[in-house]
């Protein structure tokens, strides 16, 4: 598969717990950055006009925060200039607040199959707490009036281990938005990054976080109530319906290539993993010179490759295809780290057949620790 991500920085306000590249919103560098983007469109289609697109994701900020008319000219320029596949996957990340039924007529018109929508926590005490523009009324209403319109592929965020969350609550988000019945879920434990002012106020101890085995057991409970309820957990983070599962997401853990495009995107073609600049002006310079506007290049070497694959593999449930893994590199994952996957395996946190190598339940608990033990 061959993607495209492209980032739209801009937010009617900055989550307290979020560290992507994004900015309050402001009309003229709005209109600025949208005709810089597509300049930066048009450079990449020259490479890649015989290509064939398996997958589009507007990520953020917040591209919901579009016009119907900016969303439009968008998606027109794309299709002018990139070849889609006929089961492409277009997915625009949508925040409630942001949204209504024309602009959701106006996605679903022009190709957009594929919502995820950042709800995030069902309590409007924990959402005003984290910094969300939206109660959780709005966000109900947002959904149903997507489904009015015909989308029936559709991402619901959700984040445990927030501050002064209980199980409780936990347990009520999920049985509340399993019962709306989305094609996929994404539940992510609360990571507090530095920067952030989350961040800032854990630090000043207005709140604390759950603790290590408590978190543990609403991932547990996460799992086994989303399988009860027919979705099936095809990555650490991520669940879906039988042939839901997000077609872009798994190319970053396949390791595929893809295009990033927009203010601090990254993509990855070949052996190069390159990032755009990050601040709006740097990034408005270059693509008003014709320059691709990239702030760093990074050439991948064969044992960087080979790391990232066991690291973005193992995420999947799937794991590594040893076959698959062979054809590339050009040798046996599992002679490779033999003693390593021996041990891991004793200790019940991998498991390997002939197909595949794959973390177990227990292993994808503590996942990052068997990362560093592979990789160590």
């Known amino acids: 598969m061959f993607g495209i991500y492209i980032h739209i920085p801009f937010c009617v306000k900055k989550c307290k717990y979020c560290d992507f590249n994004s900015f309050n919103m402001n009309l003229n560098e709005k209109k600025i950055y949208l005709e810089d983007l597509k300049k930066e469109i048009e450079m990449y289609s020259s490479d890649y006009k015989n290509k064939k697109i398996d997958t589009i994701f507007f990520g953020g900020g917040t591209p919901s925060i579009l016009t119907s008319k900016e969303i439009e000219d968008l998606m027109r320029i794309l299709k002018e200039k990139f070849d889609f596949s006929k089961e492409v996957e277009i997915t625009m990340e949508c925040n409630p607040g942001t949204i209504d039924r024309e602009k959701l007529q106006t996605m679903k018109i022009n ?39 015909g989308f029936d592929n559709i991402n619901i965020d959700l984040m445990f281990d927030l501050p002064n969350q209980t199980e409780d609550d936990w347990k009520e988000s999920l049985k509340k938005v399993v019962k709306l019945n989305p094609e996929h879920i994404s539940a992510y434990s609360l990571i507090l990054e530095e920067g952030t002012e989350l961040f800032e106020m854990y630090n000043r101890e207005e709140f604390s976080l759950m ?50 495009l927009g203010a601090g995107a990254s993509g990855y073609l070949g052996k190069e993993r390159y990032t755009n600049e990050m601040n709006l002006s740097d990034y408005h310079k270059k693509t008003y ?83 560093l033990e592979i990789l160590s």
Request: one cysteine or more.
């Open 211 to 260: 603790d290590e085995n408590k978190d543990m057991d609403m991932y547990e409970y996460t799992i086994n109530y989303l399988r009860e309820n027919g979705y099936n957990q095809y990555e650490i983070s991520n669940y879906a319906k039988k042939d839901k599962e997000c077609k872009h997401n798994i190319i970053y853990w396949k390791c595929e290539n893809y295009i990033g």
């Open 111 to 149: 190709g957009i199959n594929r919502l995820s929508i950042g709800l995030q926590a069902v309590q409007n005490s924990h959402l005003k707490y984290i910094g969300r523009i939206h109660t959780y009324e709005e966000f109900e209403k947002n959904f149903k009036e997507a489904r009015t319109i």
């Open 289 to 371: 010179n014709n320059q691709k506007p990239i702030m760093s290049i990074e050439m991948l070497s064969e044992e960087e490759m080979i790391e990232e694959k066991v690291f973005m593999n193992l995420r999947m449930n799937e794991g590594i295809n040893r076959k698959e893994f062979k054809e590339k590199f050009g040798i046996d994952f599992y002679e490779k780290y033999k003693n390593k996957i021996d041990t891991l395996k004793e200790r019940n946190l991998l498991t390997i057949d002939d197909i595949s190598i794959k973390l177990t339940q227990k292993g994808r608990e503590i996942s990052n620790n068997v990362f």
